[in-house]
Nanobody
Framework: QVQLVESGGGLVQAGGSLRLSCIAS????????MGWFRQAPGKEREFVAS????????DYAVSVKGRFTISRDNAKNTVYLQMNSLKPEDTAVYFC????????????????????WGQGTQVTVSS
């Protein structure tokens, strides 16, 4: 069983930055593709970013591209989401997700592809 625990959320003013972390309790973190998703009140959960097993491949939602950076440290079983130039519309609960991946370059965009999820961390951006 994979357990994921997010941290780093909080309240920040528009234009500010936050770094989210997600630590995974697995033996071999490097075989999992990882993703970040978010869910705002009254809205469906949406894709934010994804990273391949090695970290060499990443992709982002259009709404965050150029402002957010996903990265991972396989030695620490941790994936990060650096969020810069935050906007009020980034306010949401942010979730990390994991999927066992056979291919080193695989990244996934759909939440149904990820069987393992964290409990989420709240990010609130004030205007």
């Amino acid at each position: 069983q994979v357990q994921l625990v997010e941290s780093g959320g909080g309240l920040v003013q528009a234009g500010g930055s936050l770094r989210l972390s997600c630590i995974a309790s697995v033996r071999t973190f490097s075989i999992y593709s990882m993703g970040w998703f978010r869910q705002a009140p009254g809205k469906e959960r949406e894709f934010v970013a994804s990273i391949s097993r090695s970290g060499a491949d990443t992709d982002y939602a259009v709404s965050v591209k150029g402002r957010f950076t996903i990265s991972r440290d396989n030695a620490k079983n941790t994936v990060y989401l650096q969020m810069n130039s935050l906007k009020p519309e980034d306010t949401a609960v942010y979730f990390c997700a994991a999927r066992l991946s056979s291919y080193s370059g695989s990244i996934y965009y759909t939440d149904s592809y990820y069987p393992y999820w964290g409990q989420g961390t709240q990010v609130t951006v004030s205007s």
